[in-house]
């Protein structure tokens, strides 16, 4: 273990200050990322400062209907919300099929987002690998990639981003609350996490020093009627190998609307805007849940080992969706 420095500021506009003023300086929250990638050498900060005493750990209704969950809200409490319960299933249940019960009661919000990848060249500094050292190449892209994305990856990178809680979050539409040098921002979450392009190493759009203080789920009629579904390699706590975060609302059979994002093929959540237009103004049922899949999935380039990916989606897709409708 190599040495650093820990902090505890206490408040929002003394840790962005220290981020601002040390370019090795990391936020920590529930820790249970960091410190496993500190442990393995793949991340070294010099000082660590701790912002789980700020002031960010309620869930509140908000006056338009929706909520606003602060940064700090640990997983499990926010699983357990009664409003979370009620009004977004789906957030909920993406909560639950993540992690074990222990990292969930450490687990917070704002680092549930902004966790790296669990590609595992990426966790062993022997390896090449551009995120963690730009320019080494990836040793992924001809290696064991079965876990890996299928869809926007690049030569540079193809690996998934592993949040369950941000592939409900998108689909909900979720915005980000920001602070940064220049002060409160909002970024639709949908807008949070890059492709990895020929910058891998760079995750997200926040600039350096950027805190996530809160995030916005709005009110919406489809998120009563939301779902999570993920398949993964044990029952018990596994990464996805695949899921699916729906919400549908139907007048009669007919898709009045509807929000599809998948997990765990992306450098980011990837909400399928082309199978939820497939699917706006049509008749329900599983055939069409299944071309509107496929429309999505025509732009996936599996590798050589996780071509399963496409029809796992696919499945998912029609599982998720069929159930929402009654027609399971
Ligand atoms: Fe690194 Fe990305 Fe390649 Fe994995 S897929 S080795 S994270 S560059």
């Given at each position: 273990m190599r040495p650093f420095r820990y902090h505890r500021p206490t408040d929002v506009a003394e840790a962005v200050a220290l981020l601002d003023r040390e370019p090795d300086a990391a936020y920590l929250a529930g820790g249970t990322n960091l410190v496993d990638l500190m442990k393995l050498g793949v991340q070294r900060p010099g000082l660590l400062v701790d912002?789980?005493?700020?002031?960010?750990?309620t869930v509140e209704a908000l006056p338009d209907g929706g909520v606003r969950i602060g940064a700090t809200v640990r997983n499990s409490d926010l699983a357990a919300h009664p409003v979370i319960r009620r009004e977004y299933p789906v957030l909920a249940r993406a909560l639950l099929a993540a992690a074990s019960g222990q990292l969930r009661n450490m687990a917070t919000t704002g680092g549930n987002l902004l966790q790296r990848t669990r590609c595992p060249y990426f966790q062993d500094v022997s390896k090449a690998c551009n995120k963690r050292e730009?320019?080494?190449?990836?040793?992924?892209?001809?290696?064991?990639?079965?876990?890996?994305?299928?869809?926007?990856?690049?030569e540079h990178c193809v690996a998934t981003h592993p949040s369950d809680m941000a592939v409900a979050l998108a689909a909900l539409d979720a915005v980000v609350e920001v602070h940064d040098r220049n002060g409160p921002r909002q970024i639709p979450l949908a807008e949070l996490h890059r492709i990895?392009?020929?910058?891998?190493?760079?995750?997200?759009?926040?600039?350096?020093?950027?805190?996530?203080?809160a995030v916005r789920v709005p009110a919406s009629p489809l998120a009563r009627r939301s779902t999570y579904h993920k398949a993964r390699d044990r029952a018990s706590f596994a990464f996805a190998a695949g899921s699916v975060a729906a919400a549908l609302d139907l007048a009669g059979d007919v898709v009045r609307d509807v929000r599809i994002a998948y997990g765990a093929v992306a450098h980011r959540p990837w909400r399928a805007y082309r199978a939820e237009e497939t699917l706006r103004g049509r008749t329900f049922s599983p055939d069409l849940a299944a071309q509107a899949a496929d429309v999505e999935l025509d732009a996936a380039r599996p590798l050589r080992h996780n071509a399963f990916k496409v029809p796992l989606i696919r499945n998912l897709t029609v599982r998720a969706l069929a159930e929402l409708a009654g027609q399971p």
């Amino acid at each position: 273990m190599r040495p650093f420095r820990y902090h505890r500021p206490t408040d929002v506009a003394e840790a962005v200050a220290l981020l601002d003023r040390e370019p090795d300086a990391a936020y920590l929250a529930g820790g249970t990322n960091l410190v496993d990638l500190m442990k393995l050498g793949v991340q070294r900060p010099g000082l660590l400062v701790d912002v789980t005493r700020l002031p960010l750990d309620t869930v509140e209704a908000l006056p338009d209907g929706g909520v606003r969950i602060g940064a700090t809200v640990r997983n499990s409490d926010l699983a357990a919300h009664p409003v979370i319960r009620r009004e977004y299933p789906v957030l909920a249940r993406a909560l639950l099929a993540a992690a074990s019960g222990q990292l969930r009661n450490m687990a917070t919000t704002g680092g549930n987002l902004l966790q790296r990848t669990r590609c595992p060249y990426f966790q062993d500094v022997s390896k090449a690998c551009n995120k963690r050292e730009p320019g080494t190449g990836c040793a992924a892209l001809h290696g064991q990639n079965r876990d890996l994305a299928v869809l926007g990856w690049s030569e540079h990178c193809v690996a998934t981003h592993p949040s369950d809680m941000a592939v409900a979050l998108a689909a909900l539409d979720a915005v980000v609350e920001v602070h940064d040098r220049n002060g409160p921002r909002q970024i639709p979450l949908a807008e949070l996490h890059r492709i990895p392009g020929d910058r891998p190493e760079q995750e997200t759009t926040l600039p350096r020093g950027a805190l996530i203080t809160a995030v916005r789920v709005p009110a919406s009629p489809l998120a009563r009627r939301s779902t999570y579904h993920k398949a993964r390699d044990r029952a018990s706590f596994a990464f996805a190998a695949g899921s699916v975060a729906a919400a549908l609302d139907l007048a009669g059979d007919v898709v009045r609307d509807v929000r599809i994002a998948y997990g765990a093929v992306a450098h980011r959540p990837w909400r399928a805007y082309r199978a939820e237009e497939t699917l706006r103004g049509r008749t329900f049922s599983p055939d069409l849940a299944a071309q509107a899949a496929d429309v999505e999935l025509d732009a996936a380039r599996p590798l050589r080992h996780n071509a399963f990916k496409v029809p796992l989606i696919r499945n998912l897709t029609v599982r998720a969706l069929a159930e929402l409708a009654g027609q399971p």
